[in-house]
């Protein structure tokens, strides 16, 4: 009772005090993806806090690697797999486990060249253009992507109560997963040299959820393949 009390007060305070800073684009975050392989996959964040937030993105993962979070200005997609279907939760109920968030007011849009097809040319492509519109890039910021995608494999995760062995090929295939072709998506990520292990993985710097353009599929994005008509959004300073 306790700890539930400390874990409450605690949460509280974090985003009570992130509702009064920037809201261009200064990144925060919850829990490590190293914790998580480890095999601790409780709460540290509860996503009611974040409704209280204008302009707020988000992703993460669900306490007990129960499902994906994903919010768009301030509206949530969060993803769970029920009877092996994927179902998305518009609501703020959720906890997370793993929380990585932001408030952007003002975003400038960026038309990628069809050159930049891969999630390796991506991110080369997002560090040059952000050091171009003045974002500190020693610090964590998240961007967006829009427009059809070539190609999307996705995951849902639904982890396995009990299973204590952890790998990042497990956590793809844990629970409902698939390949998106020629689709109309909203791509939200998280772009640090400095967080693998905590919230990217070591083969990485970029963090990345989406959601379809009609809002009934969502989840974590494993790889992408561009589409010469999509955009990119950084924070506009």
């Not at 261009?24 to 964040?45: C, I, N, P, Q, V």
């Not at 080369?124 to 050091?131: L, P, V």
Request: aromatic share 8%.
């Amino acid at each position: 009772m306790k700890h539930k009390l400390l874990f409450s007060v605690l949460i509280g305070l974090l985003f009570t005090s992130c509702e009064n800073q920037e809201t261009d684009g200064t990144a925060h975050y919850t829990g490590a993806l190293k914790t998580l392989m480890s095999g601790d996959l409780r709460a540290t964040a509860s996503l009611d806090s974040l409704s209280r937030m204008r302009n707020s993105y988000a992703l993460g993962a669900i306490e007990n690697l129960k499902g994906e979070v994903q919010i768009f200005n301030a509206e949530p997609f969060n993803s769970q797999v029920v009877n092996s279907q994927v179902v998305i939760d518009n609501s703020f109920k959720a906890k997370a486990s793993l929380l990585v968030w932001a408030q952007v007011d003002a975003w400038v849009e960026l038309s990628i060249p069809s050159e930049v097809k891969d999630i390796s040319q991506l991110e080369q492509f997002i560090m040059k253009h952000a050091k171009a519109q003045g974002l500190d890039v020693e610090k964590p910021f998240p961007f967006l992507l829009e427009g059809k995608a070539m190609s999307l494999n996705w995951h849902v995760i639904d982890w396995i109560d009990g299973d204590t062995i952890h790998t990042h090929e497990k956590h793809k295939t844990s629970g409902s997963n698939g390949v998106l072709k020629n689709q109309k998506v909203e791509v939200l990520g998280f772009y640090s040299e400095k967080h693998k292990g905590v919230f990217t993985h070591h083969s990485t710097l970029m963090h990345m959820h989406f959601k379809t353009d009609n809002g009934d599929l969502a989840g974590h994005v494993d790889d992408l393949e561009l589409a010469h008509s999509m955009i990119l959004k950084l924070p506009k300073k």
